[in-house]
């Protein structure tokens, strides 16, 4: 979402982020595809995944396409600022990324399942950007949920790395982090490419295959 000017190359400090808000930002009560909530609780057993992608928009899309996935939202985690408003984070004061959230039924699909779709569906080696997407609120991140996750993030980032090392791409920047509160984003930004088929879509792959095998961790 590069193309409204926004973007600050530089991560900014928690001691100079933007303070927010305590109030919450409100949300459609159902999927505009799934139609399943997007607000918890979540159904027992089923697990989350949390990424950063660069845009959002066309990253949701990618994750409601896959098999298991029982719905995804939009927002912004890894920062500083308190429900921060899309204006702030493309700012770049809040210390955000935006990210997605994914629940899906883990009988169906794989929390390394999820991550070779986010692996594969944006360039991971850009740093603090996405394409023409400029600012460290379009930085690739996973934010883990327990040591399991952690492991088999950790385990995919080096095992695509090697793709990419094969491939002759450059190094993985990704932010590998433990997650911290997902906030919302605003209700026009949720499923924002159903609802606008012809909307804006930065995302772009290297086109390297990662392997998702070695990655299943018990």
């Known amino acids: 979402m590069g193309i409204f000017g926004f973007g600050n190359a530089a991560m900014v400090s928690e001691h100079d982020a933007l303070p927010g808000r305590t109030e919450t930002i409100r949300v459609p009560a159902a999927h505009e595809v799934l139609g399943n909530p997007l607000l918890p609780p979540f159904p027992d057993g089923y697990e989350q995944v949390v990424v950063g ?12 396409q896959q098999p298991g996935v029982w719905t995804t939202a939009v927002g912004y985690a890894g ?18 990324t935006e990210v997605v959230l994914a629940v899906f039924d883990p009988e169906v699909t794989s929390y390394a399942q999820m991550l070779k779709t986010f692996w594969e569906g944006h360039d991971p080696t850009q740093g603090l950007r996405q394409g ?86 018990a």
């Open 132 to 217: 023409n997407d400029v600012g460290s609120q379009y930085r690739s991140a996973i934010y883990w949920a327990d040591d399991r996750q952690r492991q088999i993030a950790e385990a995919s980032r080096d095992m695509f790395q090697q793709a990419l090392d094969a491939a002759g791409a450059g190094p993985i920047t990704t932010e590998i982090a433990q997650a911290g509160p997902f906030y919302y984003a605003e209700g026009y930004h949720q499923q924002y490419l159903h609802k606008n088929p012809g909307g804006y879509c930065g995302l772009g792959g290297t086109g390297v295959s990662c392997p998702v095998g070695i990655a299943e961790l």
């Open 79 to 96: 920062g500083f600022t308190r429900n921060p408003l899309y204006e702030e984070v493309c700012s770049g004061r809040t210390g955000h």
């Open 53 to 64: 992608m660069g845009c959002f928009w066309g990253a949701e899309r990618m994750f409601w």
